[in-house]
């Protein structure tokens, strides 16, 4: 199996409008504090801000050149900190083990290409999957923010995670030879 991870920048055409297509999805989009079905042109905009920001990235990332997911973060260099967020494109690949890899990742790359001192999440209440991977893969509770988002008639919590640099150092060799020992060859491209 082979995997490789690239940045938005060196991403063609067709796949940013796949990206859009992805993130429409029922099962993605449900999941996001944004909800609504974004539109091609909303999203090439978006697409054209990240590329602009040095502060900001995205990536696809591909087994056996087969996107299986997207994680984007944004660099907030005034605390030193940035937040993440991520998503597989292909419902049929949840409860396989390539949400942990994502995460993964994603704390790897954020660490390995900022300075940053900590990554900071948030997960609706709801999304159990996401809670149980932050909580796996190191993410700290810091605190819940309680019925703090309005969707659907109801009220919903809101869980913040984060993990400080030092805390990644000390446990990503533990999730590193799990992760690699299913890859052949990695290559990131950013």
Known sequence: MDLKIVSINYIDDNTIDKICDWRNQDFVRTKMFARHIISLKEHRDYIDMVRKDDKRDMFVLYIDDVPFGVIQYKLYTSGNYVICGNYLINEADQDKG?????????????????????????????????????????????????????????????????????????????????????????????
């Open 98 to 190: 390539l949400g942990t890899m994502l995460v993964f990742f994603q704390n790897d790359i954020v660490f390995k290409y900022t300075e940053c001192n900590k990554i900071y999440s948030e997960v609706l209440s709801y999304n159990k999957a996401a809670l149980s991977i932050n909580k796996k893969i190191g993410g700290v509770q810091e605190g819940i923010l309680r019925q703090q988002v309005h969707m659907d008639g109801k009220y919903y919590d809101i869980y913040c995670f984060g993990l400080l640099r030092e805390e990644w150092t000390a446990i990503k060799n533990k999730y590193e030879k799990y992760i690699y020992d299913s890859i052949e060859n990695s290559k990131v491209i950013v």
